[in-house]
């Protein structure tokens, strides 16, 4: 069970980092099932040519997580069961001797820049050194989760408190 554990932290981008534009990146579009439960997430993505089918339990720093990859007819045939989705370029950077995940969202969502990093483990996660570039911490908070703001019917206000942080 350990390999699927899922420990991250999630912030705002309060500035982006030197040379951003040239670091390797990957398109995604990913939609969401609706579900009874908000402790279970279940997403379909779609990143450059790839596809997965993902299922997230739990919220906050450490969640459960299973992703399996899908052919794209699969894929095409599960998308019509999906309720509302995000768009955006994945940018890798590397940091303190860690892999961040920069997120530059578009669509309706445009202006919505968030970084994540995974841990190994929880002593890593509460020790790592926040870089200058980073803007507040948003792990856990269920306004800036991907199901909510693939579903949310008004994201501009909750871009423009993002961007004030």
Known sequence: MGDHLEIERKFLLKSFPPGWR????????????????HKLEMRLRHKDDQRFITI?????????????????KRFDS????????ISKTRYRIPCHGKMIEMDVYDGRHRGLVTVDIEFKSRRE??????????????????????????????????IADARRH
């Open 125 to 158: 996660a509460a020790g790592f050194r926040v870089p200058d570039w980073f803007g507040r911490e948003i792990t856990g908070n269920w306004r800036y989760a991907n199901e909510r703001l693939a579903k949310a019917s008004n994201v501009k206000r909750l």
């Open 78 to 85: 599960l998308w019509p069961f999906t309720e509302g989705c």
């Open 22 to 37: 040239r670091r390797p990146h990957s398109r995604i579009v990913q939609g969401y099932f609706p579900l009874a439960s």
């Open 56 to 72: 997230k339990g739990g919220r906050g720093r450490i969640r459960l997580e299973e992703e399996f990859k899908i052919p794209k």
